[in-house]
């Protein structure tokens, strides 16, 4: 399974940016996602969760600015980022966790994508 994130760039503090995360594979069922941020010097820090019936958490930081959501169909998750603060820069990953079948047989998956630069100007 594979996690292809998009969508980060430079915006100006106050201005909208939408990532985007798909998994491809051998996948079977995937049930959490969600999106972490990173600053060098720090931990990764969860941004924003939603299960596979559409439950969602969101960091403090982020309520009412940020939405998370999925296409279940296309094992695709997204985070709609609004109102952006210069303390939102950072990188931002993808994750998901699941069950992937291989050779009839199932296996669980906890993984990351590649993490996308999101940057806010002041």
């Known amino acids: 399974v594979q996690l292809q994130a998009s969508g980060g760039g430079l915006v100006q503090a106050g201005g909208s940016l939408r990532l985007s995360c798909a998994a491809s594979?051998?996948?079977?069922?995937?049930?959490?996602m969600g999106w972490y941020r990173q600053v060098p010097g720090k931990e990764r820090e969860l941004v924003a969760a939603?299960?596979?019936?559409?439950?969602?958490n969101y960091a403090d930081s982020v309520k009412g600015r940020f939405t998370i959501s999925r296409d279940n169909a296309k094992n695709t998750v997204f985070l709609q980022m609004n109102s952006l603060k210069p303390e939102d820069t950072a990188v931002y990953y993808c994750?998901?966790?699941?069950?992937?079948?291989?050779?009839?047989?199932?296996?669980?998956?906890?993984?990351w994508g590649q993490g996308t630069q999101v940057t806010v100007s002041s």
């Open positions: 594979g051998n996948i079977f069922s995937i049930n959490d």
């Open positions: 994750h998901a966790v699941g069950l992937y079948q291989r050779a009839s047989q199932y296996y669980n998956y906890d993984g």
């Open positions: 939603i299960t596979s019936v559409g439950m969602t």
